[in-house]
C-alpha cells in the first residue's frame, strides 16, 4: 500500500510540474506568413526594447546631454515615425565578472518588421557601443498586436 500511495503521490507531482510549467512553452505557431494572428482592427508590428546601460567602463556616465545628442542624431532619425524612452536602473554581469549596477534607458520602437529596420537598429546598437565604449546593448524583440 505505502508503494501505490508513493507512486500516486509522484503522479501528482509530476503532473502538478507539467501544468505549472505548461506556461512556460514556447508561443503558439505564427499565422499565415511568419505574422502572429492580431485580432480585428490590430496590425501586427515588432517591438524592440533597447536596454542603454550608461555608466562607461573606463569611468563616468554617459550624460543626459551627450544621451540626447545620441537619441537626436542617431536614433530618431532611424525611426521618426516614433519611439518611446524610458528612464531605469540597471545591473548585469559583464565579461569581467563584476556585476556592474548602472543608471540605463530603455527605447521601445514599434514597427512593422523589415530589413531596413533591422539594419538600423543594428547600427544604432553598433553606434552606441562605439561611442560609449559599451560592452553590450541588450535588444529584446517580441511579435505584438497594435493599434492606433
Avoid: N
Avoid at 537626436?72 to 532619425?77: A, S
Avoid at 548585469?92 to 548602472?102: A, I, K
Wanted: aromatic share 8%.
Amino acid at each position: 500500500m505505502t508503494t501505490r500511495r508513493a507512486t500516486l503521490s509522484a503522479v501528482r507531482v509530476a503532473l502538478a510540474a507539467a501544468l505549472a510549467l505548461a506556461g512556460c512553452g514556447t508561443l503558439p505557431p505564427p499565422g499565415a506568413g511568419g505574422a502572429r494572428a492580431c485580432g480585428s482592427g490590430f496590425e501586427t508590428f515588432e517591438r524592440d526594447t533597447l536596454f542603454f546601460g550608461r555608466a562607461i567602463p573606463s569611468g563616468g556616465q554617459v550624460s543626459d546631454a551627450e544621451w540626447t545628442a545620441f537619441l537626436d542624431g542617431t536614433v530618431t532619425p532611424a525611426f521618426p515615425q516614433g519611439l518611446t524612452v524610458i528612464d531605469a536602473a540597471g545591473q548585469w554581469r559583464g565579461v569581467s565578472g563584476e556585476v556592474v549596477r548602472e543608471r540605463s534607458k530603455l527605447v521601445v520602437l514599434l514597427h512593422a518588421r523589415s530589413e531596413k529596420d533591422d539594419a538600423a537598429i543594428a547600427a544604432i546598437i553598433g553606434a552606441y557601443r562605439q561611442r560609449f565604449a559599451q560592452e553590450a546593448v541588450l535588444q529584446e524583440r517580441q511579435a505584438v498586436c497594435v493599434r492606433f
